[in-house]
């Protein structure tokens, strides 16, 4: 079945430096992918999506590329800040199943 | 749009206690889920709605657990009885039909069962 593998974290970086999260997925045939930030307290919302291969999603500096033939979505930043210290949670949709949420990986950027 | 509400934001009940958690997805939305997020699991799909109807429960945890969605823009998620194990964050999150849209999720509903 569809699943997405993201690398563990937990990450920590100083401020304004570079981001990379690695996500590699599974599918059967085309699917959407996706990335979500969770903030301390709050739901996971949508950070950016991609739904064919080759496209790239950016949204707030961060951007990932749908790669097919490598099966990799990867989350980057070029300079990071305290602020985006989060959960980011890379995903996957296919079809109308539900869609399917890697492990998470905690980012944590310091001052 | 007001986004997914959910209610209450905390909740503290005791271990025997019902527990109803509410949710009221965004207008237009066609798909409705229910997730349980934890430390030790992480973020687990419980049930989740098409047009109301539930489509897939296989996640809810055992027969204490039961949800419905008797509207368009309402659902429950009821626990009887509760147990300190069911402590963790639930989350509501609704998606309009297709693989493209993805989900908007609610603020959740923290959990303690003491």
């Known amino acids: 079945g569809n699943s997405v593998t993201q690398m563990e974290g937990p990450v920590t970086l100083s401020e304004e430096a570079f981001l990379t999260i690695n996500c590699t997925y599974t599918?059967?045939?085309?699917?959407?992918l996706f990335w979500y930030v969770q903030y301390p307290g709050e739901g996971l919302q949508l950070l950016l999506k991609a739904t064919k291969a080759d496209d790239k999603g950016s949204n707030k500096g961060f951007e990932a590329t749908y790669r097919k033939e490598t099966t990799s979505f990867h989350l980057e930043k070029g300079s990071v800040q305290v602020s985006d210290s989060a959960v980011y949670f890379c995903a996957l949709s296919e079809g109308n199943n539900d869609m399917r949420f890697g492990a998470g990986t905690r980012l944590t950027v310091k001052p | 749009d007001a986004g997914v509400i959910q209610s209450p934001r905390h909740e503290v009940t005791e271990m025997g206690q019902e527990v109803t958690l509410r949710c009221k997805p965004i207008s237009g939305h066609d798909y409705l889920f229910w997730y349980r997020q934890t430390m030790m699991r992480g973020l687990e799909l419980l049930i989740y709605f098409n047009n109301n109807v539930p489509i897939d429960d296989s996640g809810m945890p055992e027969d204490r657990f039961s949800a419905k969605m008797p509207n368009a823009s309402f659902s429950t998620l009821k626990i009887q009885p509760s147990e300190p194990r069911d402590s963790a964050v639930y989350f509501c999150?609704?998606?309009?039909?297709?693989?493209?849209?993805?989900?908007?999720f609610g603020s959740g509903t923290r959990l303690t069962v003491v």
């Open positions: 599918a059967t045939g085309y699917p959407s």
């Open positions: 999150a609704s998606r309009r039909q297709g693989a493209n849209y993805g989900y908007t």
